[in-house]
């Protein structure tokens, strides 16, 4: 329980400096985003709208403690392309992923024991080899073609 508790206390910092990468890495990228968001056939007063609405025109701390605060509290924003719940999409995806995850973690155990099994009983002979190559090539093979 100790262990749990000391691994889940580094975790904290961890994602405390990730957070504030992620958000300066989207302050300093180039161009505005409430630009973007408007189009190129918008004006500026609704550019400026945007900007209000979405808490750009705050000071950059301001906004970091907005930000902090809705990630916390699961509002992930609304995706600018579907103009949908971001928490929504991501939860859509959510079983066609776990079932791919399980599928090749199901796979990948029936496939590794016999195999390691085979290879052990034959180690250094030319089946250990061609597992070997086996496993390096499954590995150099992209994840959404296996």
């Known amino acids: ?3 749990i508790l000391r691994r889940i206390a580094a975790v904290i910092p961890v994602m ?5 990468v992620v958000f300066l890495l989207i302050h300093l990228s180039p161009g505005d985003p409430a ?4 189009g190129d056939n918008a004006t500026t007063e609704d ?3 945007i900007r209000q609405n979405l808490g750009l025109d705050k000071p950059l701390l301001t906004q970091f403690g907005i930000w902090v605060g809705h990630l916390a509290t699961g509002d992930l924003g609304t995706s600018i392309a ?6 929504q999409l991501i939860g859509q995806r959510m079983g066609p992923t776990l079932s791919i995850a399980a599928f090749t973690m199901l796979f990948a155990v029936l496939a590794a024991i016999p195999l390691g ?3 052990a009983w034959n180690a250094g002979k030319w089946l250990d080899r ?3 190559i086996g496993a390096v090539c499954a590995f150099s093979v992209p994840v959404f073609l296996i």
């Open 47 to 49: 550019v400026e709208k």
């Open 82 to 87: 579907t103009q949908m719940p971001v928490a």
């Open 1 to 3: 329980m100790k262990t």
């Open 35 to 38: 630009a973007v968001i408007a």
């Open 16 to 20: 405390a400096v990730v957070a504030v």
């Open 130 to 132: 061609l597992v070997m």
């Open 117 to 119: 099994v085979l290879v």
